[in-house]
């Protein structure tokens, strides 16, 4: 069975840091760039956070930038997204998702089922 699962999330202080992973099981992530996406509470879904099936190629929302870092260890079919400096305005559940091209693209194939993050004091 093709999936994905996401782990790592919890709940963290105002300023804390949190590293959330997304794993694949079934098939290998080496042909596929990957995204994180959120959802907070009565929010739309919005995009966080891609990278390519290379790994040479991320981007990120611009609230993210300089805060996010996103990875990837095709070893360990692993995707990584390394969230610092969190605000609760980050409280929301994470989202990764694969898709079968080379490059970022807005239509992904497979996704996860999420993780809860939670920044509060």
């Known amino acids: 069975q093709l999936q994905l699962v996401e782990s790592g999330g919890g709940l963290v202080q105002p300023g804390g840091s949190l590293r959330l992973s997304c794993a694949a099981s079934?098939?290998?992530?080496?042909?596929?760039?990957i995204g994180w996406f959120r959802q907070a509470p009565g929010k739309e879904r919005e995009g966080v956070s891609c990278?390519?099936?290379?790994?040479?190629?991320?981007n990120y929302a611009d609230s993210m930038k300089g805060r996010f870092t996103i990875s990837r260890d095709n070893a360990k079919n692993t995707v990584y997204l390394q969230m610092n400096s969190l605000k609760s305005e980050d409280t929301a559940v994470y989202y990764c998702?694969?898709?079968?091209?080379?490059?970022?693209?807005?239509?992904?194939?497979?996704w996860g089922q999420g993780t809860q993050v939670t920044v509060s004091s």
């Open positions: 990278i390519s099936s290379s790994g040479r190629s991320t």
């Open positions: 998702a694969a898709t079968p091209f080379s490059l970022c693209t807005d239509r992904y194939k497979y």
């Open positions: 079934g098939f290998t992530l080496d042909y596929y760039s």
